[in-house]
């Protein structure tokens, strides 16, 4: 995909009014310019956790030796390595995303994994029907301009009882006192270090107010549920991580 680049804001991309055309563009040259930084930001940011968010996640595809998996805005590939560990050297793990510069920056993980990558958008995948025995995205749902046609395409995509997952932040719990605690700390995190760390490292200071804005804003539990049921999946289950900040959701495309 040729990326141009865009005159919009890492926050005036989030309104409603922006054309989906128009964000993707913004958002793939947004990470084209964070690739090379992005892996070490991760860690810092999260303190690690992003790895075992992932592994987790991973889990859920319910993914045995041999099997096929598609990774779906694999960025530099940390979710696609998971999906590997799950299904073993005779299985087939396929890892796509729009932005070249994170595709370049995952190369050696991509080869090191002997892991297929292809440079596709999450809304129009490249794949025939029933190709994978699970789809996944982590933390790449809330980026896509259009995020229902992502996970009907996730759908389309893999075999019948095959499993969708979406790993992504979501909105922090707030029904005991620690959780409260947590999400607290967390607001004031995302509204001071986030920002001034993400924009230092990674030189792109706008990358990191969309962040935290985009996480704010992105949908709740209900929503995602809702999104995944129109995009045809059913059996749909929700599992909170780290106090809600982080949510796993799974979806079933019907037999
Ligand atoms: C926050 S990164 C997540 C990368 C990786 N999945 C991980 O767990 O670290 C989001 C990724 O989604 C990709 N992305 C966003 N919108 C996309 C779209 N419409 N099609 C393909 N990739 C997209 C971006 O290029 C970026 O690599």
């Known amino acids: 995909m040729s990326v141009e680049k865009t005159n919009l804001s890492g926050i005036r991309v989030l309104d409603q009014s922006v054309e989906p055309s128009e964000k993707a563009r913004y958002v793939a040259d947004m990470f084209d310019a964070i690739a090379p930084r992005y892996d070490l ?18 889990r859920c595809a319910a993914l045995t030796i041999g099997d096929t ?3 779906v805005c694999s960025g530099t590939g940390d979710f696609a390595r998971e999906l ?15 932005s070249s510069g994170m595709l370049e920056s995952g190369r050696a993980k991509f080869a090191a994994d002997n892991i297929s990558v292809v440079q596709a958008d999450a ?25 229902v046609k992502a996970l009907s395409e996730m759908c389309r995509v893999v075999k019948p009882m095959g499993r969708v997952v979406c790993l992504e932040f979501s909105h922090p719990r707030e029904d005991e006192p620690l959780s409260r605690l947590f999400k607290s700390a967390f607001g004031l995190f ?7 760390v993400g924009g230092l490292i990674s030189g792109r200071p706008e990358a990191y107010t969309y962040l ?44």
């Open 84 to 98: 590997r560990n799950r299904v073993g050297s005779s299985g087939k793990v396929t890892a796509s995303d729009f």
């Open 41 to 58: 930001l991760n860690s810092v940011l999260s303190v690690r956790l992003d790895r075992g968010w992932r592994k987790f996640a991973a």
């Open 69 to 71: 998996a598609l990774d």
């Open 123 to 147: 809304t129009n995948l490249p794949f025939p029907d029933r190709e994978f025995d699970a789809a996944v995205v982590g933390f790449g749902l809330r980026n896509v301009a259009v995020p």
């Open 212 to 255: 935290p804005e985009s996480m704010a804003r992105w949908k709740t539990r209900d929503e995602i549920t809702e999104m995944m049921r129109q995009a045809g999946l059913v059996d749909i289950r929700t599992r909170d991580l780290t106090f809600g900040l982080v949510c796993v959701h799974v979806g079933v495309r019907p037999a």
């Open 190 to 196: 995302s509204k001071t270090i986030l920002p001034t």
